[in-house]
């Protein structure tokens, strides 16, 4: 298997939300990871916080290729919690995501209908407003003379192109973040703003937070 690089939707760190069913109290915590060890991880974790409680189910999906995609029931009758729970995670295709939601028991049955309703409400209504990209970024190294400084910081300003670092020596070093789709104008810009008196070079390529 391996790693898609492409865009995808998920979550950025830990979300929660709670709401009572029937006298049931439903707990979800969801949480993006970058591996199926990682979302095994987080559901130990959570089933630790609430050991309590009378079940804690899982889902999650982790983005690679093929997609792994697992959930658990524990203990709630079969298909009427961690399938339901998947469902959401797919409908909304997100992805490097695990959600965990966790039951305790208020004495009132909720029937399989009423438990596949409840699981999906719990995962959907935490996602409510939380999902984000997460997008491919170029590393890009610039080099050049102290003379053309002040008119590429004030380009990368104007344009919001984050500056990772500085480096001065003989020369000026920045690295900077830029998306796979600016890339080729951004660097045609910096070329003829120091009318070609800098050098570009692309470092490596991170996954990161993005609209």
Known sequence: MENISNAYKTVKG???????EQKSIFITNISHVESEDDANKFIEEISEKYKDATHNCSAFIINTNPLIKR?????????SAGLPMLSVLE???????VAV??????GKLLGKGG????YSKGVSECLNNKIIYK?????VELIHSYNVLGQIENYLNEN???IIDKDFTDKVKMNIYLSEESFDRITEDLINLTSAEISIKKIKTEMLYSK
């Open 71 to 79: 959930y658990n029931d524990d203990g709630e009758p079969t298909g």
């Open 14 to 20: 830990e979300i929660k939300s709670e709401f009572t």
């Open 115 to 118: 438990l596949i309703r409840a």
């Open 91 to 97: 409908k909304n295709d997100v992805k490097n995501i």
């Open 160 to 162: 919001k192109i984050y």
């Open 101 to 106: 939601v966790t039951r305790y028991f208020g």
């Open 135 to 139: 997008r491919p970024f170029f590393v």
